[in-house]
């Protein structure tokens, strides 16, 4: 699967071979956004156009568009590892927030690489 970006939003994206076309939908919203096109040019317009038709269609009706990703999370974790977590961020010189983060940060870097 290959994921696109525009104003925030990611769209992953699929290409169906018998049918000749791509499909897509955006994957960090709970509103189905979808989108589709026989060409990368037709696809990366089709998008946009879906993007800005779900951000036009929540501007009329005065709903507030679902904002994609606000970078608050919250967390559960095990109470002896949130300790252990705190224990390690302060001995780092860190906050807690900021030791998860580098945690995730580290790990994202494993998986890309």
């Not at 606000?70 to 977590?85: C, F, I, T, W």
């Not at 302060?90 to 994202?108: H, P, R």
């Amino acid at each position: 699967m290959n994921t696109m970006l525009y104003k925030g939003y990611v769209g992953e994206v699929e290409y169906d071979d018998d049918c000749k076309i791509f499909s897509g939908s955006v994957i960090n919203t709970k509103t189905v956004i979808t989108f589709q096109g026989t060409s990368v040019e037709e696809l990366n317009r089709e998008f946009q156009l879906s993007v800005d038709d779900y951000l036009d269609w929540c501007k009329k009706d005065g709903v507030e568009p679902e904002k994609p990703f606000s970078g608050k999370l919250n967390l559960r974790l095990k109470p002896n590892m949130h300790q252990r977590a705190a224990i390690k961020a302060k001995t780092m010189g860190i906050s807690l927030n900021k030791f998860i983060e580098k945690a995730i940060e580290d790990e994202l870097t494993v998986l890309e690489n």
